[in-house]
């Protein structure tokens, strides 16, 4: 069982910049982020392999939002530039065993408790 911890939202002015991370408790496969608004659906934001060699964005992030791992800490981050306030929701951190992308809920089997990020206008 792995266990994932995630750490960095706050609130932050539209234009503004965080750096989320998340820990896993042991060695993982491919890694996302996802998001849930208030009243909407879970939504993928980011999923890159096990390597890192490989990412894939929501289309709604693509050029803002960087998602990136580090093995040896076990850790995946999300740095989100340009923020808006359509960003605010409770970020995610997922992982799988397996080493391939993942771009749905149904893709991951381990979950975080989420961190929340608020983007004011």
Known sequence: QVQLVESGGGL??????LRLSCAASGRTGAMAWFRQAPGKEREFVATINWSGGSTSYADSV???????RDNAKNTVYLQMNSLKPEDTAVYYCAARATIGLGLDVRDYAYWG?????????
């Open 12 to 17: 932050v002015q539209a234009g503004g910049s």
């Open 62 to 68: 693509k050029g803002r939002f960087t998602i990136s």
């Open 113 to 121: 408790r989420g961190t929340q990020v608020t983007v004011s206008s």
